[in-house]
């Protein structure tokens, strides 16, 4: 996945600022989990955590727009609890002052995400923007309290090889995702094991002893195939999209061949394998659950928006054309309403994981 690539900034119609909703609901679900998290397994008798010296929390992917805002006011006062929870104790704990990291690709609109920053008069922390991919180390060792990442760690750093080269059995051909085709699925999990194995130890290096990492994964029940899935499904007609234009001359059918998303869903054995093989963490708490029911009938145009509000700009650099975009989105709006079954509750498979990971003593 190119470094060029990011959610659609700014704030109209078609940005992540106005197209994240479901986002949102996520960050909102999981609220009670993080403050009880925090609550329960944050160590304030940490010498890194004395009130002399700020509290240093990240936001991993944050994107643009207000739900990263939330996230982190909803940490800041998990923390804030703790230490007004021990006020009663010879000495009492001060509440300590924090600074609030935000990181993303360096192409994200961090224009718009400053500009929505709440006033300084009513935030609770200083903030700071880090540029770069969280597939790698952003800060210096033994820095970071606090490290948390909502809805982005099922983007993988790349496209799985395999699946672009003709001569793989895992070659792709016609289709984004790897719905239905057990090489290409093996493929795509091969790639989020190495990427997890980075994004793991890249943390353990930058979080303190005893700090905490914040995870919300979107995720599906273990041993459910992708083909069970809606979730899948819905990639799958959204491939077909590209294939009805394909085959009308609008767009090269090689391009299409050579497309594929960079996303994948884990299951909470695959999530627990990868932590338990990296070794740098113990997992503190997991849990699943599901933000909302989605409705009998579902608007497919706000859906059709939402997708294209994460996507839109990796469909443009790889056909190297926004002019499809419209026709695109549009074809797949319509698809998604004559094949409403795919909504069915019996393929709502997936779910969001809630993991608190604490890191090791060295």
Known sequence: MPETF????????HSYTKNSCYQREVVDAAKDMIIGAIAEKLDIENP???CSNPIRIADLGCSVGPNTFIAMQNIIEAVEHKYQSLQLQNPPRSSPEFQ??????????????????????????????????????????ATLHIAHSSYALHWLSMVPEE??????????????????NETVLEAYSAQYKRDMEVFLSARAQEIVSGGLLLLLIPGCHDGVLPSETGTSMLFGLFGSCLMDMAKMGMISEEKVDSFNLPLYHTSPHELKES?????????ERMDFFTPHTPPDSPDCEILALHLRAAIEGLITEHFGTDQIIEELFERYAKKMEENLFVFDVK?????????????KNN
């Open 6 to 13: 990011s959610m659609n900034g700014g704030d109209g119609p």
């Open 48 to 50: 890194t955590l004395n």
């Open 163 to 180: 699946v672009v080269d003709r001569n793989s059995p895992a070659w792709n051909k016609g289709k984004v995702h790897y719905t239905g």
């Open 100 to 141: 609030v990291f935000f990181n993303d690709h360096a192409s994200n609109d961090f224009n718009t995400l400053f500009i929505s920053l709440p006033p300084s008069g009513g935030r609770q922390y200083f903030a700071a923007g880090v540029p770069g991919s969280f597939h790698g180390r952003l800060f210096p060792r």
């Open 275 to 283: 932590i338990e093989t990296n070794g740098y963490f113990n997992i």
């Open 347 to 359: 393929y709502r498979k997936e779910f969001v994981i809630f993991a608190c990971l604490k890191r």
